[in-house]
């Protein structure tokens, strides 16, 4: 007996454990009846869509599964959601050979995505499966409370299904299962259009005895009493919980308990107790492996706002108090949680284990962590709610009031609450008392308060006047230009701004002029059409054959095989190998970094082989070119466009010669290889591995001239397109996945484009020629501290402008014009092969501009409150009244601005 903790048991899992759901999720989908599955994780729910998934397929049903996980939660688009349910059930049900998915979708996108998905059932599963019953299943529904945008027309189409059976009894062959961690309420809002009040509620209890008894055979305790006394021990422990009793099962079966001794009932029971106190309940968050206990811990503690409230009404469930059933938020987070079951029409812990682990002192320990307020909260209810000087005022009330908002509190809390406020009330009568008696006194200080507040007036306007002559010295200008330049180069460092500054490089790659189509490059493309037309895929080495023979007839200077071809793909291998030994000219690939796929052999050994390896930033893009790669241990390898590029320039008489003064450097021709720096350009601490570029790239594919096989083998490519030119062939098509993310990939509206590894090649390709041919700049990057000054340079730009121009009004333009300026001028340095920084630049310029008059306005402040301390310390006559109107001053002051008072003031009366 093999025990399975966690995870989905596979269907034939001898520790299955059938229980009362199984018989009735069966019967109910035979029925034609919509089912959902909802409870806690860990309790048996995928298991159960496995188990009556292969029964159904057992008797001759179709079925599938989506997976919500597998879609993702997360950046996703409803296109892309929607598009991946029906991409899901497709696959699922086989079509893929029987209807091609990207060309139907595009033929219905001027409807609406659930439009779609709606004629996808009607018009393809129905339709392609006119006689069989179709289950869908849908598992790990609650990832779909991730999305950014509400689903709840998808629940609506469930319901749409079902109505329709009246309608049309085709729809009677479609059953929908749901499974997941949530309510309907959490899925659906609309409660018009919800499926659920017209579905079968499937419920998933803890095991019994009877139903596992099964379990027992793999104890090896002794005698089969004996295993079932400590299986009983083990549900007395779990009450049947699936995870825990399989993790205790496998416990005792797998680390060698019971060799060598003979069990009794007794000591079988304590045996079972002993493994729970020492492998499960001690020091458990060490030992919760795989998890199960923590995700109930942080499925408690992880929502803030509620996180109070579901610790509040676990403790009254701890209490022995009577706590309901009803459909409050944190009693469905207990209840998801799976730490509590609800038992008739009150809450119950679910059993011994989690009341051992979670139990008050755990309770109390994280509700003081919760609460600002907890040491008092915990000795007023120690003196039954008594001890009014442990009662929150004044600011500690404030702080209370602030923390509890947008949360839902535990009764205990709004008590504690509501007893403050009270107190609050009771202190504010009293000193409406004590106001009466203070009444008469501010009167005879009311004339004098008003005397202070002229002369203050008189004086802030005499300062303000004074202060609007003052210019601070250029001295700021600089301090504050070295401060900003510094600070904004620390971020650079911290790879704060990479991503910024490659999406900038990205705008400049697609917005440059085109350099119209290349003239030394072709690409031979494998599109989905091709595929169709070929009819299999990998292409056939007979079809590869013929088109490699096509092309050498028309002459072309090389051919780079853009195909992995490890392996042979009959028929034509014979065929194919031939060619292979009789063209000198033809170049295969092979990958050599992180999983690697073999050249085929044939050129292996000719020495015509290239890297297919591409490098990609963090971001998934290709923005550099890995020409090749080597070490002391293992021989230099070039990559595939690089061998081609060379192979090509070298036949023009150009091969790449070491530069003295840099041996790094490589001389080609009119252009120079210059290899990648870890922090070249907008690059922090990238992989500089190998020997990479920075890609220039040419264009799209677009910008080549491009045939397909297909036209390729029907003699529709002319001979002098081919004729002396470098050839590539490779795969453009989705379904192959040999697609990256480039800079053409970002885009303002829809989702990005990807462009194909052949295409990227042609790219690498057409930059070294043209760059050794034409003299076509590689893009080139400034030496680092170069990049500092040039930082520095336009911080210093948005501070002078600052200090020059103090209106906000009139700054604001001059920013913009420094701004253009500073895009306009990197723009066209990278239309010359310079890519210099921009972001930090602009940051630069902007923070500059604006911390400026922070600072400056800060020491005029101190001027000016100096200045208004003086004029009121000149009034002789009247020195008591310039006394108050000082305090007046004091009091709409931060501390800092009043400790400079008084040392005005100290100052002054010493030299008086």
């Known amino acids: 007996m093999k025990y399975q903790i966690g995870g989905s048991l596979k269907k034939d899992a001898p520790s299955y454990i059938e229980r009362k759901a199984d018989s009735q999720i069966y019967d109910a989908l035979i029925r034609g009846e919509f089912c959902y599955v909802f409870n806690s994780r860990q309790m048996g729910k995928s298991s159960l869509l496995v188990r009556t998934r292969a029964r159904l397929l057992g008797e001759g049903f179709l079925c599938t599964t989506v997976d919500m996980t597998n879609i993702g939660s997360e950046n996703v688009t409803p296109l892309q959601w929607y598009k991946g349910v029906v991409g899901d059930i497709w696959s699922g049900f086989g079509l893929s050979g029987e209807v091609n998915l990207k060309t139907w979708w595009q033929e219905w996108e001027e409807i609406s995505l659930l439009q779609r998905l709606s004629k996808f059932i009607s018009e393809v599963l129905l339709v392609k499966f006119p006689e069989q019953r179709l289950f869908i299943f849908i598992d790990e529904i609650d990832n779909i409370l991730s999305l950014d945008f509400t689903v709840d027309d998808f629940f609506a189409l469930i319901r749409y299904c079902y109505n329709q059976r009246a309608i049309n009894p085709e729809y009677e062959r479609i059953t929908f299962a749901i499974f997941g961690v949530a309510t309907p309420t959490d899925l659906i809002q609309n409660k018009k259009s919800t499926p659920f009040n017209i579905g079968k509620s499937i419920e998933l209890t803890g095991f019994t005895l009877n139903e596992s008894l099964c379990l027992a055979q793999g104890l090896h305790l002794g005698a089969i009493e004996l295993n079932q006394a400590a299986l009983q021990e083990i549900l007395n422990w779990t009450e049947g919980q699936p995870f825990l009793t399989q993790k205790l099962c496998h416990l005792i079966a797998n680390q060698g308990w019971g060799e060598g001794k003979e069990y009794n009932q007794i000591n079988a029971q304590t045996l079972v107790s002993n493994i729970v106190e020492s492998r499960i309940i001690q020091r458990w968050e060490s030992q919760d492996e795989p998890l199960h206990l923590r995700t109930i811990r942080d499925r408690i503690l992880n929502n803030d706002a509620i996180a109070a409230s579901v610790l509040g009404t676990y403790q009254q469930i ?162 504050i230009t070295i401060a900003v330049a ?116 044939v050129l292996d050994k000719l020495g015509q082989v290239g890297l297919a390896d591409q490098v990609l930033d963090g971001d998934g893009k290709v923005r550099r070119a890995l020409l090749s790669v080597g070490s002391s241990k293992t021989k230099l390898r070039y990559n595939l466009s690089a061998v081609l590029a060379f192979d090509y320039l070298k036949a023009e008489g150009i091969t790449p010669e070491s530069i003295p003064e840099n041996p790094y450097y490589r001389q080609l021709g009119k252009g120079i290889l210059i290899p990648f720096r870890s922090n070249d350009g907008g690059y922090i601490r990238a992989d500089a591995g190998g020997y990479q570029i920075i890609l220039n790239y040419h264009g799209t594919i677009e910008d080549f001239e491009n045939f397909s096989i297909t036209d390729l083998l029907n003699d529709n490519v002319p001979p002098q397109a081919i004729k002396d030119k470098i050839v590539l062939i490779g795969s453009i098509a989705e379904s192959i996945n040999d697609l990256f993310q480039t800079p053409y990939s970002t885009r303002l509206f829809g989702p990005p484009t990807q462009m194909a590894g052949v295409t990227i090649n042609a790219n690498i390709v057409s930059q070294i020629i043209s760059a050794a041919k034409t003299g076509r700049p590689m893009l080139r990057v400034w030496w680092e501290p170069i990049e500092w000054l040039w930082i520095l340079l336009w ?111 100290f100052n002054i009366s010493s030299k008086d």
């Open 318 to 479: 701890l209490l022995d108090e009577q706590v309901l059933t009803d459909h409050s938020r944190e009693k469905i987070e207990l209840l998801l949680s799976g730490l509590v079951i609800s038992q008739g029409d009150r809450l119950k812990v679910k059993n011994f284990i989690y009341a051992r682990i979670f139990d008050l002192e755990w309770v109390a320990k994280h509700l003081d962590n919760l609460r600002p307020y907890s040491q008092s909260l915990n000795i007023w209810i120690s003196s039954q709610q008594q001890d009014k000087s442990q009662l929150l005022t004044g600011i500690e009330l404030q702080q209370a009031f602030a923390w509890s908002q947008n949360k839902q509190l535990s009764d205990i809390d709004y008590r504690f609450i509501a007893a403050s406020q009270e107190l609050i009330k009771q202190e504010i009568s009293r000193d409406l008392d004590t106001e009466k008696v203070e009444k008469q006194k501010a009167l005879f200080a009311l004339q004098a308060a008003r005397e202070a507040s002229r002369i203050l007036a008189e004086a802030r306007k005499y300062a303000k006047r004074n202060v609007k002559q003052i210019r601070l010295g250029k001295r700021w200008i600089l301090g």
């Open 486 to 601: 510094g600070a904004i180069i620390l971020l650079r460092g911290a790879g704060v701004l990479q991503p910024m500054e490659w999406n900038m490089l990205d705008r400049f790659i697609q917005n440059r002029p085109s350099s119209g189509i290349d003239p030394r490059v072709v690409i031979i493309t494998i599109d989905e059409p091709d595929l169709q037309q070929i009819g299999q895929y990998p292409i056939p080495d007979k079809v590869l054959a013929q088109a490699l023979n096509k092309l050498k007839s028309y002459q072309p200077r090389n051919i780079g095989l853009d195909l992995y071809r490890d392996l042979p793909v009959s028929p034509g291998t014979e065929e194919l190998t031939q060619i292979f030994k009789t063209t000198p000219n033809l170049i295969g690939i092979e990958k050599f970094v992180g999983s690697k796929v073999a050249p085929p052999p």
């Open 795 to 905: 911080s210093g730009i948005g501070a002078v402008l600052s200090w020059h121009w103090k209106s906000l009004n009139s700054l604001i333009p001059f920013i913009l014009i420094a701004a253009a300026g500073l895009i306009a001028i990197t723009y066209l340095l990278f239309n010359i092969g310079w890519w210099i920084p921009i972001i930090p630049p602009i940051f630069g310029l902007i923070v500059a501009a604006i911390t400026l008059p922070i600072f400056t306005s800060r020491e005029l402040e101190k001027i000016q409150l100096s200045q208004i301390v003086e004029v009121l310390l000149a009034i002789k006559e009247q020195p008591a009244v310039a006394q108050i109107a000082i305090e007046y001053l004091k009091q709409g002051e931060s501390q800092e601005n009043q400790t400079l008072i008084d040392e005005t003031v």
